[in-house]
């Protein structure tokens, strides 16, 4: 029996590269039966003729294919080392080495046939599998190389930035065949004729814009850009908040109901953790000092002997006893916040990984949102965010932040950390938000940063 389990487990083993490579083979059909079927032997999103909801459908579908392609090739390379295939020798025939396990030579004559037909259709799989594959690499190296995000040029010319969905259905340029061409379309070798043009391009844009308008299908067009700012924007908002509550409701459910018994549960078997540190120790003896101070000074108000007698040092006995629950449970306490925290930061995680099409539409929204803005309304944002992290007030702010920090997680508030912390962090802040300006904003909106200025005067 055991026998027989290890020869089934030594032939999956070696049946891994050929499953890796078919599991491949097959997601490249897939990709290729959608662009047979919708984009008439194209790309997948390289024509107009889809809505907003079908192209992000059968985006979705292509980054799911290319990673399972992705992943079962990896597979297929590191499994290949562990489990031999078909060798071609170098005039395309198949060559049978003899396995040094078993010491048993292969008959080439009766297996070279059967094993050049493998061989054969190992390479036809992976050639296509690179044929499909191959032009959405070179789309996303193009995507890669682009100097400049489209919605920040669009906004600061005046038009809506585009949706992630409608940059996927746009037809892709060509990429160049020829050192000619290159020179042709690179942006540096280009003469400054081809860049500028006889006419200003705002006049051209007018134009296209009043053509547009005057088009029989501009009505439809314009119902379809509302319908399409109004599933973005429902997208964006559901997406936000999501983020928002759902690691706020992680975190005080695991809190209430996951961590917080099971933290006091250890604690009645082992009540070491409640062991208070130095910084709790030193506030408790503080405390404790100026209990006892309280008590000698109303006998003193009384005319009573200053030596302490039973009653009051069952008070004082009373309130270590005291002490001693308040900072263990404080102890208690940040343990279960920390436990909380770092699983609601994990369901965060999780969001942002799952939702990488939603981010998209998110930041496509909130570009929107901010160019959408008048320059006087960006500057007094500017400078409300900055007076708050980095003005003059900002450290009376910092330090309420930090303190509050401190007793979420149950440990002491240590000053000297916390004025290195202000003294420090909001100085870096400063200093890379100038930056921002000088490198950023002042390039994609020059008159908000001109109007950012003049409010600082």
Known sequence: MGESVFSRLRQWVSNTPLRSLEQAYEAALRIKAIEDQHFHGGSIGSDGEHGQNVSR????????????IELRLAEFRASSTFSRLPDLSPNGQVTNASSSSDGAAVDAES????????????????????????????????????????????????????????NSSSPAKPAPNAPGEASKTGNGNAPVASKTGILPRSILRTASQIRRELSSQAEEELIRDYRNA??????????????AILPLLTQILAKNFL?????????????????????FQEKALSEFELFREKIEFERALHHQPPELDLEAEDQLSAKAEELLQKYGRKNLEGIKNVLADLLSLVVFGWLIFIGREE??????FLDRLIYGLSDSAKAFIIILFTDIFVGYHSPHGWEVLLSNLAAHLGVPENRDLVYGFIATFPVFLDTVFKYWIFRYLNRVSPSSVATYRAMND
Do not use: W
């Open 259 to 279: 961590f917080g018994p099971l933290v006091d549960h250890l604690q009645q078997r082992d009540p070491t953790i409640t062991t208070l540190s130095s910084e």
């Open 359 to 364: 981010i998209e539409v998110l930041k496509s």
């Open 57 to 68: 459908y059968f985006q979705i579908q292509l980054r799911r294919q290319l990673s399972q």
């Open 230 to 243: 109004r599933t973005r924007t429902l997208v964006s908002v559901r997406f936000l908040l999501l983020l």
């Open 111 to 166: 297996n070279g046939k059967g094993r050049q037909g493998q061989e054969l259709s190992i390479l036809e799989k992976l050639q296509l599998i690179d044929q499909v594959t191959s032009r959405y690499k070179r789309s996303a190296d193009r995507r890669k190389a682009k100097p400049a995000p489209p919605s920040a040029a669009a906004a600061e010319n005046g038009e809506t930035p585009l949706s992630p969905e409608a």
